[in-house]
C-alpha cells in the first residue's frame, strides 16, 4: 500500500515545488542542506489527480494560499507535504551565520535574529541554530520548530507525512477535536497503526477548532527534538469577539516555547529556546554567538501574541514583557474576558494569546522566560527582544538577564498553595470566564482518577493513572473495536473484581474508562504526588469547574471528601480547556458533554510520565456508536491512508 501512495505522489510532482535554496559557505559554495538531500528520495507532492483539483498548495517561495484573512463560507482544502527526517543544529548550513558580516552583531558574543535592517541577512531556514550547540533533532521539512500550518475554521486539511526516519512516528492535531475523523488524532495504537520507516500516510481532517492549537509527534521522545510546529486557525470577524482589540495578527508574533535536551535524557531539562533558538546555558562548553529571536512592533500599534508551550520535562514557565501589560484573551483556543497582567505561567501543552500594546518609548524591550519546577534547579531563563521600530537594534536593554530576576506585577495560572484561589499578585486560572457563557453541564455520572508516581523496588519510579502503569496495546483500539478486544482492557474496577489491589501490587496493563455517549461527564482528577500533572484529553475541549489542593495526608480520600462535603464548582462560565495543570497533592475538576464517541487519550502530556505509564484511554461511548474509517485507514497492519 505505501508504494502505491509514493507511485501516486510521484505522478503529482509537477505542480508544487518545495523551495530548497542551499546557502553558500564562506567561500561561495554551496552546502546542501540534510533536507534537500533527504527530500530528493521521496516525490513532490502536486494536484493533477481530480480529488486534488480543489487542493490550495504552497507556491515556489512557500506562501500558502490557505493563510488568508478569513471569510465565512469560504473553506478551501489546504494540502502540506511535511517529511520526518533526522538532522543535527550548528550543521555546516549555520557556519555562515557566525560571520559578522551575516548578523547583526551586538558585542562580542551576541547576535539578534528577525530584525529587518538594511544588508542584514535573515536566519535561513536551512540552518538550526537552537543554542548554539551541536545535537541531533528530529524535524520537518528542515525547520526547527516545524512549519507553522495557519488556516481558516472550517478549512480541510491534507497533510501527507513521508516517513525519512528509521522509526514509527505519528503526528496529534493537538486542538482539534477531529469530530468526524476520529481516526485522524494521530495516537499509535489507539486511532491508527504508526507510520513505519519509509512510509507514507494521509491525515485528511476538517478543522473543527478555532484558535492557537498546535501540531506534535505522538511517539516517545520525538517531540522532545524538534517533531512540533503552530497550528493557527483564525476566524471572521463575525466569530471572532476580540477583534476590536487588536490592529495586528500575524505570523510574526506566534511565539513557541520548548524546554531543550542536548541528550536523550528528556527528564531534566538543560535550556529553554524561544521560535528554536536562544542563549546558550550550558557551563563549560564550546560557546557559540547567541542569536536572539526578535519581534518586531511600531509604536502604538497593538498586536495579537500566540504562545505555544511545548513543554516536555516538569517545566512549567513564565513569559513576561519589561515595561508591558499583556491582555490575555484566549487560552487552548478559547476565547476568555480580557484581563491584564504583567506575567503568564504556562504548563505543559498550554496556549494563551495575549494582546501588547506598543506604548512604551521607541526602545529593544526584553522577553523573559522563565522555568520553574525542574528547570530551577538548573537556574534556566531565556530571553527574546521586543523590538520597536526605529530603535537601534545595537541597543538591547542592560537590564539583568538572570534567573534571580523576578519580573514584577500580577501573574495568571500560577499554581500555589492555594490553585483556585486569587490575590493582588496572582489571578487563577479557575478564575477566568469563558467568553463562552453557558451553565455549567449538570453531571450524569462522574468519574474519580488519580495520577501518581510509585518507586518500584529495582525498577526505579513507575507513573501511573489510577495505581495503573498504562502499556500501549498491540492492536490499534479504534481499527480493531469490533474484534472482541475489550478482553484485553483493564481499569481500577475491573482489576479490583479480579482480586488484584493495585495499591500494593505493580499493576500494568491498557487503562480503559469507558464513559457513556451523549451524557454530562465529570471528572475529579487528583495528583497524589509531590509533582503536579498537565494533564490533556483528545477529542474534546471541556470546562474547569474546580481546582483546589487537598494536601498530602488528605487527597487519597478525595472521593469520599468529596461525597461527604462536596469540593467547590463554578456554576456559570468556567474556562474552556484541552490541557490543564493538576496541583500536587491537589486535584483539578473538568466537565464535558461526551458527544464524540471514540477512544481519546488521556494522559500526563510531561513526556518521561506518559511515555511510562501515567496515561489511559477513555473510550466513550459503544462500538456500534463510533464512526466508521475508511477501509484504507482500518487495515489491521497498514500505516498507510
Not at 233 to 241: A, F, Y
Not at 271 to 279: V, Y
Not at 450 to 465: D, I, L, P, Y
Request: net charge neutral; with cysteine.
Amino acid at each position: 500500500m505505501q508504494w502505491k501512495l509514493l507511485k501516486a505522489l510521484a505522478l503529482l510532482s509537477s505542480l508544487i515545488i518545495v523551495r530548497i535554496n542551499g546557502i553558500q559557505d564562506a567561500d561561495g559554495k554551496r552546502i546542501e542542506s540534510k533536507f534537500e538531500r533527504v527530500s530528493q528520495l521521496y516525490p513532490q507532492v502536486t494536484a493533477q489527480s481530480s480529488e486534488a483539483a480543489d487542493w490550495r498548495f504552497a507556491d515556489k517561495d512557500q506562501t500558502h494560499p490557505c493563510k488568508r484573512e478569513c471569510q465565512e463560507q469560504q473553506p478551501m482544502t489546504c494540502y502540506y507535504y511535511m517529511v520526518v527526517h533526522y538532522d543535527e543544529t550548528m550543521s555546516a548550513t549555520c557556519k555562515r551565520y557566525l560571520q559578522a558580516k551575516y548578523r547583526f552583531k551586538l558585542n562580542g558574543k551576541e547576535y539578534v535574529d528577525n530584525f529587518k535592517v538594511a544588508e542584514q541577512e535573515p536566519l535561513n531556514d536551512d540552518c538550526k541554530y537552537a543554542d548554539g550547540l551541536e545535537t541531533q533533532v528530529m524535524v520537518v521539512n528542515g525547520k526547527l520548530p516545524g512549519q507553522a500550518i495557519e488556516v481558516c475554521y472550517g478549512d480541510t486539511i491534507v497533510a501527507d507525512i513521508i516517513n525519512a526516519m528509521h522509526e514509527t512516528t505519528t503526528i496529534h492535531w493537538h486542538g482539534i477535536h477531529q469530530r468526524k475523523t476520529p481516526h485522524m488524532d494521530g495516537v499509535p495504537h489507539v486511532t491508527q497503526y504508526p507510520i513505519e520507516a519509509g512510509q507514507a500516510f494521509r491525515y485528511r481532517f476538517e478543522v473543527d477548532h478555532g484558535g492557537t492549537n498546535w501540531w506534535h509527534s505522538h511517539t516517545e521522545h520525538q517531540r522532545a527534538f524538534g517533531l512540533a510546529g503552530a497550528l493557527i486557525v483564525r476566524q471572521s470577524l463575525k466569530l471572532n469577539p476580540h477583534a476590536h482589540l487588536y490592529d495586528f495578527d500575524s505570523s510574526a508574533h506566534v511565539i513557541m516555547i520548548q524546554d531543550w535536551v542536548h541528550n536523550f535524557d528528556e527528564s531534566i531539562a538543560e535550556n529553554i529556546l524561544i521560535n528554536g533558538r536562544g542563549r546558550n546555558m550550558k557551563k563549560n562548553s564550546k560557546t557559540r554567538p547567541t542569536l536572539y529571536a526578535a519581534f518586531n512592533v511600531i509604536r502604538g500599534g497593538r498586536y495579537r501574541f500566540r504562545v505555544i508551550f511545548n513543554g516536555v520535562s516538569n517545566c512549567p514557565i513564565s513569559l513576561s514583557i519589561d515595561n508591558h501589560d499583556l491582555v490575555v484573551i484566549s487560552s487552548d483556543g478559547n476565547d476568555i474576558e480580557p484581563v491584564e497582567v504583567q506575567k503568564i505561567m504556562f504548563h505543559g501543552a498550554e496556549r494563551y494569546d495575549f494582546v501588547l500594546h506598543a506604548n512604551q518609548d521607541v526602545a529593544n524591550y526584553w522577553l523573559r522566560i522563565k522555568g520553574y519546577s525542574f528547570c530551577a534547579k538548573n537556574e534556566l531563563h531565556q530571553e527574546a527582544v521586543l523590538h520597536y521600530q526605529d530603535a537601534d537594534p545595537r541597543a538591547l536593554s542592560t537590564h539583568t538577564l538572570s534567573y534571580a530576576y523576578d519580573a514584577p506585577g500580577v501573574m495568571l495560572n500560577e499554581l500555589g498553595d492555594d490553585a483556585g484561589g486569587s490575590s493582588e499578585q496572582s489571578i487563577s486560572l479557575i478564575s477566568l470566564n469563558s467568553k463562552l457563557v453557558e451553565p455549567a453541564l449538570n453531571p450524569s455520572v462522574t468519574f474519580y482518577t488519580s495520577m501518581n508516581a510509585v518507586e518500584m523496588r529495582g525498577e526505579g519510579f513507575r507513573f501511573q493513572m489510577d495505581d495503573i502503569t498504562f502499556s500501549m496495546p498491540k492492536m490499534s483500539l479504534l481499527q480493531t473495536r469490533n474484534l472482541g478486544i475489550g478482553q484485553f482492557f483493564c481499569n481500577s474496577s475491573q482489576q479490583a473484581a479480579l482480586g488484584f489491589n493495585c495499591k500494593s501490587r505493580h499493576c500494568k496493563c491498557s487503562n480503559v474508562i469507558h464513559v457513556p455517549a451523549k451524557k454530562n461527564v465529570e471528572f475529579v482528577i487528583s495528583s497524589k504526588s509531590i509533582t503536579p500533572h498537565p494533564i490533556h484529553l483528545h477529542g474534546y475541549t471541556f470546562r474547569v469547574v474546580g481546582m483546589g489542593v487537598l494536601g498530602e495526608q488528605r487527597i487519597g480520600q478525595i472521593e469520599t471528601i468529596d461525597k461527604r462535603t462536596p469540593l467547590p464548582r463554578r456554576n456559570r462560565g468556567a474556562p474552556l480547556k484541552d490541557s490543564v495543570q493538576v496541583p500536587a497533592f491537589g486535584y483539578t475538576i473538568i466537565r464535558f458533554n461526551s458527544d464524540s464517541p471514540g477512544y481519546w487519550m488521556f494522559h500526563c502530556h510531561i513526556s518521561p510520565h506518559s511515555e511510562n505509564g501515567m496515561a489511559a484511554v477513555v473510550r466513550v461511548g459503544e462500538d456500534v456508536e463510533m464512526k466508521m474509517c475508511p477501509v484504507s485507514n482500518c487495515g489491521l497492519c497498514s500505516s498507510v491512508a
